[in-house]
């Protein structure tokens, strides 16, 4: 995978040419997505999967000619699991953090939330991933990689920032979550690595250890949280992403697949 920041230049057809194909994305994904609010079928989290995805099939379709690696390759699926455990990893240590640090500790909880799994937490990694990893970020990034990776994950913070408990310190967790999440699309150019790191951290986070996810309340989890500390610490209400420990844990992992990425453009371009 080469750096595409240089491919594109020029003047207002070539701009024309780069911002089209998200632009026209974006619109069918909205006119899609309240569609389906519009006529009131279950599921918001289904709806807004299925917009996003008629978005970027048409979007393919009329732009693209019907041809685009979006990513989704079968021979790259066992990035998924790889995807998972380093998520678990992460957020476990992050977890392991809050637990030196502060009074909150564990305990037993009433199972895992399989209906959730089905009804939220599935569609919705798989609509956001295709929304800000997908064709129009695809797209951007070939033009510009910086801009398509802190734009869109500033988009992408920006989204949660209606979140139930949301605050600043949250914010900018989320936002490098997309920046990570953006790195480990581009160090294989495959959507399956960040959607397992995004499914993997958000089972991790709510269903396993007890935390709300992004101030979402799962209703079953398998371990609970007991306790209290400085929100700071522990993510106060939002979960743990609204850990200040959990921002050195981001740095660090963007700060590896930033070295890992920048390694692999230098040795293709030998």
């Known amino acids: 995978m ?24 974006l619109a069918l994904y909205l ?28 979007s393919i379709r009329l732009c693209e000619g019907g041809r685009w690696p979006l990513g ?8 998924v699991p790889v995807g998972v455990l380093l998520a678990v990893v992460l957020v476990g240590s992050a977890d392991l953090a809050v637990i030196g640090s502060t009074p909150l500790r ?7 939330p399989l209906r959730e799994l089905a009804a939220i937490y599935l569609p ?25 990776i ?16 949301i605050t600043p310190l949250a914010l900018v967790n989320i936002f490098l979550g997309g920046v990570l999440l953006s790195l480990a699309y581009e160090r294989f150019t495959s959507l399956w690595l960040p959607a397992g790191i995004h499914l993997g951290w958000n089972l991790m986070s709510g269903p396993v250890l007890g935390y709300p996810v992004s101030g979402f309340i799962p209703s079953e989890t398998i371990f609970t949280v007991v306790g209290s500390g400085p929100s700071g610490l522990t993510g106060g209400p939002f979960g743990i992403e609204g850990s200040g420990l959990m921002t050195v844990i981001e740095l660090a992992a963007i700060g590896a697949f930033a070295w890992s990425n920048a390694r692999g ?6």
């Open 106 to 112: 564990h305990g037993s909880g009433s199972g895992f």
């Open 124 to 148: 919705a990694v798989c609509h956001e991933e295709l929304l800000f990893r997908g064709y129009a970020f695809q797209k951007l990034w070939r033009w510009n990689r910086r801009v398509a």
């Open 31 to 58: 006119a899609s997505f309240f569609a389906g609010l519009f006529l009131r079928f279950p599921y918001t989290q289904w709806v807004a999967f299925a917009a996003v995805l008629v978005a970027t099939v048409a």
């Open 265 to 270: 453009r230098m040795q293709r371009a030998e």
């Open 150 to 165: 802190l734009g869109v994950s500033a988009a992408f913070a920006l989204l949660h920032g209606w979140n139930d408990w």
């Open 72 to 79: 989704l390759s079968v021979r790259t699926l066992h990035h």
């Open 2 to 25: 080469s750096d595409h920041s240089s491919e594109i230049r020029g003047g207002p057809a070539r701009s024309s040419f780069v911002f089209g194909g998200p632009a026209l994305f």
